[in-house]
């Protein structure tokens, strides 16, 4: 039984009947390299998809609410008020005529939202020769050419007229603005419009300003003290911008009138 027995081959695979064969085995062709062809996926039928989650609102959805909300709130308050103030504006434009002959308007350029340059509208409160007299204050003038450089403005400004005085305490020669906020160059509440040169003061809180309209008045104006730093200034446009909403503009708005009424010039 352990004995290793002979194999006897089947007739089949005799030599002869392997011979028998050989014409039909013919050698296989080389392989053929193809050439790599991308995976395209078919999308899977919609039954077989797992359930979509829900999708969270967008965060500038609300934002871009409230920026309707107080778009709303400047056409219809510049509106009102234009109509509503129509003498008292007639008025200062034939007090100007008759007590400092001159343009009626001063259309000064400044920076607006994204940083485009329009002309910001006010009834003229300087002299014709304004530029000249600052010139001249500022080359003879050492004490006048620091506070220039530190807040850009006068506490003794030779260019403003007696009338341009009375304008600028009681915020009338900013009226002309409204016309300017109709237009959408400007709002009710926002920073103050700044002339090109004053763009640096910003430093690289800049694109904040530009990413805001200017206002006739806003969060410096009317928290501000009797001579706030432009580096204040600045501040507070800054807090403005991170707490922009309705509620806050109508609030700024509210606080401008009594500081209009005190004669603290919050426009």
């Not at 004490?143 to 600028?168: C, V």
Request: net charge positive.
């Amino acid at each position: 039984m352990n004995s290793l027995m002979p194999v006897q081959a089947e007739p089949w695979a005799s030599e002869s009947a392997v011979s028998a064969f050989a014409p039909v085995a013919r050698p296989l062709p080389p392989p053929r390299v193809l050439a790599a062809v991308p995976l395209q996926h078919q999308p899977l039928p919609a039954e077989l998809l797992p359930p979509k989650p829900a999708l969270r609102q967008s965060p500038a959805a609300p934002a871009g609410r409230q920026a309707r909300a107080i778009r709303l709130l400047d056409i219809v308050v510049a509106g009102a008020a234009l109509v509503l103030l129509a003498p008292v504006l007639l008025a200062v434009a034939l007090a100007i005529k008759l007590l400092d002959p001159g343009p009626l308007l001063f259309a000064h350029k400044r920076l607006g939202h994204g940083g485009r340059p329009f002309h910001c509208l006010k009834f003229r409160s300087m002299t014709v020769d304004a530029d000249v007299r600052l010139a001249r204050l500022l080359e003879s003038d050492a004490e006048a050419r620091a506070e220039w450089t530190e807040t850009h403005k006068l506490r003794n400004d030779p260019r403003i007229t007696p009338l341009g005085r009375f304008l600028r305490r009681s915020c009338l020669d900013e009226l002309p603005q409204l016309v300017n906020v109709l237009r959408g160059e400007m709002s009710l509440v926002g920073p103050r419009p700044i002339t090109a040169a004053e763009a640096t003061r910003y430093g690289r809180h800049f694109p904040v300003y530009c990413s805001l309209k200017p206002g006739i008045t806003g969060l410096w104006q009317v928290m501000r003290q009797d001579q706030t730093s432009y580096r204040r200034r600045v501040a507070f446009d800054l807090a403005y911008a991170r707490s922009r909403s309705l509620a806050l503009n109508l609030a700024i708005l509210l606080l401008t009138v009594p500081s209009v009424l005190r004669g603290q010039g919050a426009c």
